[in-house]
Every structure is written in structure tokens, then in C-alpha cells.
């Protein structure tokens, strides 16, 4: 391929050797403006869409341990049936998970008061707060109440709830009718057994409630050990990762090579100038992303706005699109640059001459990574515990989508189409651009901060560089993009998995 380079005219580049020193500066200082721009603009749209991420977080560890307290609850029924004097401690463990969960709900809802937080508040509160939880239906902002029915509707549904769980009596056959069809068309999701069970409850259908409420207890059971099942074999992931860790150092240690590629490989005059095209290439990349705040992601939803289906379903609809409308702005103008110079996407690693191998390292390289974005990340929730910060949208989304298909196009999102575009532009462009004119240790720490930066932060920055620095090495060590990857693919799949279970 070296020989196929194809050196650009003096008209583009100027003198070689001193133009192009001069051009590869300003592109680094044009892009780090850009970053700073980008990460702004992520910064205020998160905190437009959502005035609190720690209130999100705070649903999301409510929801955990509430199903813990169902799970505990289970464990001590079948104590009791054995052992009665063993129940207590479990017992105990239970009523925690479920007051830190009701005051988990309690601090979200004071954040950021919403239908759904408010909802599940009023379901899980105990009987002496429900009356204060619902009052705080009139504190549902304006707009949220228009987009649901108005004001009438706020005040039909507060009414429910004060019949189900404040005023005294039964229900009649008509209210509970009426009752259940709202109920079930909240999308409650876990939370509507609860719900159900405690109407039915109010209506003396003892067998009801205590089905919707054996229901719950099994779901919730199914749920934590399906989790404890991930949460194990990521550990034995850990471990196993720790060995090919040690593996690598050691390899690394005796002048272990990592691959060459078409790039590198280059004459020196003719590398700087490739490695100022795919610097600017990726330059071209972030400005892409930033016009998608202004233009492409409101042209992507004029354009699904008239199909026919839910809130949830635009959304991620709207999310994917504007994804990979810019994922494909980007590899087009990418192919077409790299061409100018007569390089193509092969030479940046968008090849494998052993698949398998290839995939072999991905997954080992993300099982060697592993432990240390645990690290990160602990480290990370003890650094930033008390800085609010933005919340990724895509996660936010993966969070609280509930129906399948809108499900498999947020996976497919996550884990196929973030992991192809990603490594090619920040391993296959900014990475291998900087390791053409800095070396590898340089490339990877500065591609890993990039790569860091343009997430959400500052919580995420520790764990996403760790996760970017290996992406790195892995692409370093194989010279094929596919290995990377595999490597982020599985992480994403992971965490997306993950979340699919707790808010299922």
C-alpha cells in the first residue's frame, strides 16, 4: 500500500515538512475549541432534558432495591417455612432495601418532581406518607401536564390514587373498571403488580391482589438472579482478564511488537502528511456532530413525527437516526479524503486477516480492561459523589424504553452501530493519527482523553478513559479495527443489558 501512496499537490498541502507541521497544530487547536464546544452543547441538552442526573440515578437504584426488598422478602417466607427463628435478620435486610428505596423515590421526586417518579412514589410509600406523595401532584410542571390531558387529567388520576389508597371504603364495580385500564396504561412496567395488587386489595379481590402480588415477588426474583448471574460472571470475567492482563505486561515487557498497518508503515514525509488527512478528517467528524444539535436532529424528527406510534418509539427512532445519519456523513467524507491521498478504509484497520484472533482479543482485551474500569469507576462515584453532572441520552433511553422493538433498535444502536463508528473514527482516525506523529504512548493517552471528554462528564471521564485506553492498545496490539469492536460491543451490550433488567 505504500507504494500505492499517492502524495498530495503543493497547491493543498504547501512545502512538506513545514506547511504541513503548521497545518497539524492548527487542527489540534481547532479540535480541542471543538470538544469544548461539543461537550458543552452535551452538557446543556442533557440538563435541559433533565434538570437532575442524580435524580435519574436515584430511580434507577430505587428500583434495584425495592425489587431486593421483594427478593428478601421471598428468602424470609422461605426461612419462616424452615426455621422461623432465622427470619429475623432477614427480615431486617428486607425493611432496609425498602426504606432506602422509598427514600431514594423521595429525593428524586424533590429534584425533579415527574408523573413517573411520582407514580411509583405513591405505590411504594408507606401508608403514613401516601397522603403527602399524592399532594405532590400539583407540583407537575405545565408543560408536562399539557403534553398528558391537562389539568383535568392530573386531577382524575390524584383522585384515583386518594380512592385507592387514603379514602375509606370499597371501591364500585365502575371506579375498579376504570381503575385497572388506567393503571395499566401508565407503563408502570414492575410497579404496575404493585399497584393492581393494592387495588384489588381495596376492593376485597383478596385472590386478585394476592396474584398481581405473587407475580411481583416472582419477577422480582427472576430479576435479582438473573443480575447476580451477571454480576458473577463478570467477575470471573475480572479475574480471568487479570491473568491475560499479567499475560500482556510480561509479553510487552520482553519487546513484544504490536501490528503495523499501511500508515505506519509509510516514509516519514508521506506518514506526516496521512497523519495530518486523518486528523483533519476526524476534525471534520466532530463539526458533523455539532450541526446535528442544530439541523439533522430536528430535520430526523419532522420527519418521523407523522408516523403512528408511540412517545417512547419517536424517541429512539429520533436517537438512532440522527446517530447513524452522522456516523454515515462521516465514513462517506472519510472515504472520499482517504482516497485523495490513496489510502482507503483497509488502511486504518478496517480489515482482519484472521477474524477469529481478531475477536479472541477483543473479548480478551475487554476482559483484561474490566478490572481496572471497576476501579475507575469506584473511584470516579467517590471523586464526584456530590458534582452534578449531565446524563448520557442514550443510556437515559435505554433506561426507561419498555416496549421490545423499541428495545432491539436501542441494542442494535448501542452495540453494533456506536462500536463500528466509534473505533473507526477515534481509533482509526484520531488514534492512528497520533501515533503516526507522536508515537503509541502518546496516541493512546490523548485519543483516550478525546474519547473520555466527548462522554458525559465528569463522572464518566475515569472509566471511559480507562475503557478508551485499552480500545486503543487492543487496535495497536492487532491492527484491525474488528478487535476493538468486538471489545466495545461487548461492553455496551453488557451495561444495555443490565439496565434492560432492572427497569424491565
Given at each position: 500500500?505504500?507504494?500505492d ?5 503543493t ?7 513545514r ?5 497539524f497544530?492548527?487542527l489540534?487547536?481547532l479540535l480541542?475549541a471543538?470538544i ?6 452535551g ?10 442526573s442524580?435524580?435519574?440515578q436515584?430511580m434507577?437504584q430505587a ?5 431486593m426488598?421483594y427478593?428478601?422478602?421471598?428468602l ?8 422461623p427463628a ?6 431486617f435486610?428486607a425493611?432496609v432495601s ?7 423515590y423521595q429525593s428524586a421526586?424533590?429534584?425533579q418532581?415527574s408523573?413517573e417518579?411520582?407514580?411509583r412514589l405513591?405505590v411504594?410509600a408507606p401508608?403514613?406518607e401516601?397522603p403527602?406523595a399524592?399532594k405532590?401532584?400539583?407540583?407537575i410542571?405545565?408543560?408536562e401536564i399539557?403534553g398528558?390531558g391537562g389539568i383535568?387529567a ?6 384515583m390514587?386518594?380512592?385507592?389508597y387514603?379514602?375509606p371504603?370499597?371501591l364500585?364495580a365502575?371506579d375498579?373498571a376504570r381503575?385497572?385500564a388506567k ?8 410497579y404496575?403488580?404493585?399497584?393492581l395488587a393494592?387495588l384489588y386489595?381495596?376492593?376485597?379481590m383478596?385472590?386478585n391482589?394476592?396474584?398481581e402480588?405473587s ?8 430479576m435479582?438472579?438473573?443480575?447476580v448471574g451477571?454480576?458473577l460472571?463478570m ?5 480471568v482478564?487479570?491473568?491475560?492482563l499479567?499475560i500482556?505486561?510480561i ?5 513484544r ?8 508503515s509509510l ?5 506526516s502528511i496521512?497523519s495530518e488527512v486523518l486528523l483533519?478528517?476526524f476534525v471534520?467528524c466532530?463539526?458533523i ?14 420527519a418521523?413525527?407523522?408516523?403512528h406510534?408511540s412517545v417512547?418509539?419517536?424517541?429512539v427512532v429520533?436517537a438512532a ?11 462517506a467524507?472519510?472515504i ?10 483497509k488502511s486504518i484497520?478496517l480489515?482482519?486477516?484472521?477474524p ?7 473479548i ?6 474490566l ?5 475507575a469507576?469506584?473511584?470516579s462515584?467517590?471523586i464526584f459523589r456530590l458534582?452534578?453532572g449531565?446524563s448520557?441520552s442514550?443510556?437515559?433511553?435505554t433506561a426507561?424504553t419498555?416496549?421490545a422493538l423499541a428495545?432491539?433498535i436501542?441494542?442494535?444502536?448501542v452495540s453494533?452501530?456506536?462500536?463500528f463508528f466509534?473505533e473507526l473514527f477515534f481509533r ?8 503516526s506523529k507522536?508515537?503509541?504512548a502518546?496516541?493512546v493517552?490523548i485519543s ?6 466527548l ?6 471521564f ?7 485506553s ?5 487496535y495497536?496490539q492487532r ?10 460491543g461487548?461492553?455496551?451490550?453488557l451495561?444495555t443489558i443490565?439496565?434492560?433488567l432492572?427497569?424491565s
Open positions: 500500500m505504500a507504494d501512496f499517492i502524495a498530495p499537490s497547491s493543498d498541502f504547501g512545502q512538506p515538512g506547511h504541513p507541521q503548521t497545518k497544530a492548527v489540534l487547536i480541542a471543538l469544548i464546544l461539543s461537550a458543552s452543547f452538557v446543556v441538552a442533557s440538563h435541559r432534558a433533565n434538570s437532575s442524580f435524580g435519574e436515584e434507577l428500583d434495584l432495591m425495592m425489587k426488598y427478593f428478601q422478602s421471598r424470609q417466607s422461605w426461612a419462616n417455612s424452615t426455621s432465622s427470619s429475623s435478620p432477614q427480615a435486610q425493611e425498602r426504606d432506602m428505596a422509598v427514600a431514594l421526586v424533590s429534584q418532581a408523573y417518579s411520582l407514580r405513591v411504594i401508608a403514613v401516601r403527602a399524592i405532590r401532584y400539583s407540583h410542571s405545565d408543560i399539557e398528558r383535568s392530573r386531577d382524575a388520576e390524584t383522585a390514587w386518594r380512592a385507592i387514603v379514602s371504603g370499597k364500585s365502575g375498579m381503575y385497572v393503571i395499566r396504561a401508565m407503563s408502570l412496567g414492575w404496575e403488580r404493585l399497584a393494592d386489595a381495596k376492593a376485597g383478596t385472590k391482589a394476592d396474584s402480588r407475580q411481583a415477588y416472582e419477577s422480582a426474583t427472576r435479582v438472579m438473573t443480575l451477571i454480576a460472571l467477575i470471573i470475567m475480572g479475574f482478564g487479570l491473568v491475560f499479567i500482556y505486561i509479553s510487552k515487557s520482553r519487546g511488537p504490536g501490528a503495523m498497518n499501511d500508515i505506519v516514509p516519514l514525509a508521506q506518514k496521512a483533519e478528517i471534520v466532530i463539526v456532530h455539532i450541526g446535528m444539535h442544530f439541523l439533522a436532529s430536528d430535520l430526523v424528527k419532522h418521523i413525527r407523522a408516523m406510534v417512547e418509539l419517536k424517541s429520533t437516526l440522527g446517530y447513524c445519519l452522522w456516523g454515515f456523513l462521516t465514513l467524507y472519510t472520499v479524503r482517504l482516497r485523495s491521498i490513496g489510502l482507503s478504509l484497520g480489515s482482519s486477516r484472521y477469529l484472533q481478531d475477536i479472541k482479543w477483543g480478551a482485551g475487554y476482559m483484561s480492561v478490572p481496572v474500569f471497576v476501579i469507576g469506584i473511584m462515584q467517590i458534582v452534578p449531565p448520557n442514550v443510556d437515559a433511553l426507561y419498555k416496549t428495545r432491539v436501542l441494542f442494535l444502536l453494533v452501530a456506536a462500536p466509534e482509526g482516525l484520531l488514534f492512528n493519527s497520533l501515533r507522536w508515537g503509541v502518546t496516541g493517552v483516550a482523553i478525546v474519547f473520555a471528554v462522554h458525559p462528564l465528569p463522572f464518566s475515569l472509566p471511559i478513559f480507562v475503557l478508551g485499552g480500545l486503543a492498545v487492543t495497536y491492527g484491525s479495527l474488528l478487535s476493538g469492536m468486538v471489545f466495545h461487548l461492553h455496551n451490550g451495561v443490565f439496565l434492560f432492572l427497569t
